[in-house]
Structures are given as structure tokens and as C-alpha cells.
């Protein structure tokens, strides 16, 4: 079965950096869009960025472009964001997730997201 | 502010009918972009609920439909039941800032 763990979360100082991973299992990795979307505490989903099954595309939401950085390794089935100049509205679980159809490059819903990772910006 | 409006709340007795509105704009929803729904349970990741508009994904119950007109989508949930009482997010692609996606604030449901 599809299986997306988060992990690298923690407590990171404004201003510092954080690099959060996403292991991928149970599907050809390589073959899929993935996103990252994060929750705010007592907050609702706002989405983070997407990258595309092969890499060659990325798009990020404009409250962390420049900041934030997807990228994704298809031979370790690995999907990573490295946060940097975090703030404190960064505070969030971040959660990955994983595009419905193979192959597609084009805005389709999220169908397997993982159990998120918590990342805390205070100093 | 979300680009994508919900009510904060509804509430329902168990058995009856409760519908949640994703209300849009011209650049998401009226645009003719597909409205996704996803319920999120207490302390859970969300869960993929409706996808384009009215599907189902495989085991997800019937009781669940979706609905979409102009710059609007609706979430109706019927025969309510206490595992239901969750958070409901719209979600939809928006063409204005370079393309990204979009979330509605999220609805609370109150099973009473």
C-alpha cells in the first residue's frame, strides 16, 4: 500500500534553515507528481509547492518562494524541502502528498498524504 | 483570508442531511477547474473524499457527494453519522499567481 513518511521536523531559529524528507513506498515514485501542504496550528491546509514526476517543473506558493526549495531523488523514492530565512508564520505540519494520476503535470487532486511533520520556528 | 470561502461550521442530528458550500472565483471554481474535498479527522492527515467535482475514490461511502455550479462546489453529506464529525477542505487550481493550488478555509462538522 501506498506509505509517505515525513520526517526532519524540529525546532529551527528565524532566519535558520531546515531540510524536511518524504520517504515514498508501495508505488513507482518516479511516475508521480508530489506536493508539500502545511497546517498552521488550530489552522487550516494552505499549500506549499509541487514538483513534477520527472523534476523538471516546480511551482511554490508566493508566501515561500525564494525561501523554500523542492527537490525529489526517483532512485531513493525520496521527496525533499529545504526550508531556508524561515519565520515564525513557517510554524506548521508540513505533510507530503502524492498526485491521483501517474504522468500528469496538470492540477489533480491529492490522494495519499503522509502523517506530517511538525516544524516549530521560534528562537 | 482563503481564496476559496467556506462556512466555518455546520452541525446536523445523526441521520440528517448536512451540505458544506466552497464558494470561488472566476480564476479557480469559475474557471471550470475541477473541486477536490478532503476530510481531515481529529489529529489525522486529510483523506482524499471527492475528486472532480462528484467522484468517489474506492471506499469512500456513498453518503458523500459532491456538486459543482459557476464559481461554486458543494459537499453534501446524508444519513449523518458520529464518525463523520471531522473538518471538510475544498480545494481547486487557480490560474492568477502562476498557478498553484488552492484551499478553502475549512468547515467543521458537529455531529449532535
Known amino acids: 500500500q501506498v506509505q509517505l513518511v515525513e520526517s526532519g521536523g524540529g525546532v529551527v531559529q528565524p532566519g535558520g534553515s531546515l531540510r524536511l524528507s518524504c520517504a515514498a513506498s508501495g508505488f513507482t515514485f518516479s511516475r508521480y507528481g508530489m506536493n508539500w501542504v502545511r497546517q498552521a496550528p488550530g489552522k487550516g491546509l494552505e499549500w506549499v509547492g509541487y514538483?513534477?514526476?520527472?523534476?523538471?517543473?516546480?511551482y511554490y506558493a508566493e508566501s515561500v518562494k525564494g525561501r523554500f526549495s523542492i527537490s525529489r531523488d526517483n532512485s531513493q523514492n525520496t521527496l525533499y524541502l529545504q526550508m531556508n530565512s524561515v519565520r515564525g508564520e513557517d510554524t506548521a505540519v508540513y505533510y507530503c502528498?502524492?498526485?491521483?494520476?501517474?504522468?500528469?503535470?496538470?492540477?489533480?487532486?491529492?490522494?495519499?498524504w503522509g502523517q506530517g511533520t511538525l516544524v516549530t520556528v521560534s528562537s | 483570508q482563503s481564496v476559496l470561502t467556506q462556512p466555518p461550521s455546520v452541525s446536523g442530528a445523526p441521520g440528517q442531511r448536512v451540505t458544506i458550500s466552497c464558494t470561488g472565483s472566476?480564476?479557480?471554481?469559475?474557471?471550470?477547474?475541477?473541486v477536490h474535498w478532503y476530510q481531515q479527522l481529529p489529529g489525522a492527515a486529510p483523506k482524499l473524499l471527492i475528486y472532480?467535482?462528484?467522484n468517489r475514490p474506492s471506499g469512500v461511502p456513498a453518503r458523500f457527494s459532491g456538486s459543482k455550479s459557476g464559481t461554486s462546489a458543494s459537499l453534501a453529506i446524508t444519513g449523518l453519522q458520529a464518525e463523520d464529525e471531522a473538518d471538510y477542505y475544498c480545494?481547486?487550481?487557480?490560474?492568477?499567481?502562476?498557478?498553484?493550488?488552492?484551499f478553502g478555509g475549512g468547515t467543521k462538522v458537529t455531529v449532535l
Open positions: 502528498a502524492k498526485l491521483l494520476d501517474d504522468f500528469w503535470s496538470g492540477p489533480r487532486p491529492f490522494d495519499h
Open positions: 472566476s480564476s479557480n471554481i469559475g474557471a471550470g477547474f475541477d
Open positions: 472532480d467535482n462528484t
Open positions: 514538483i513534477r514526476f520527472d523534476g523538471t517543473n516546480k
Open positions: 480545494q481547486a487550481y487557480d490560474s492568477s499567481l502562476s498557478g498553484s493550488w488552492v
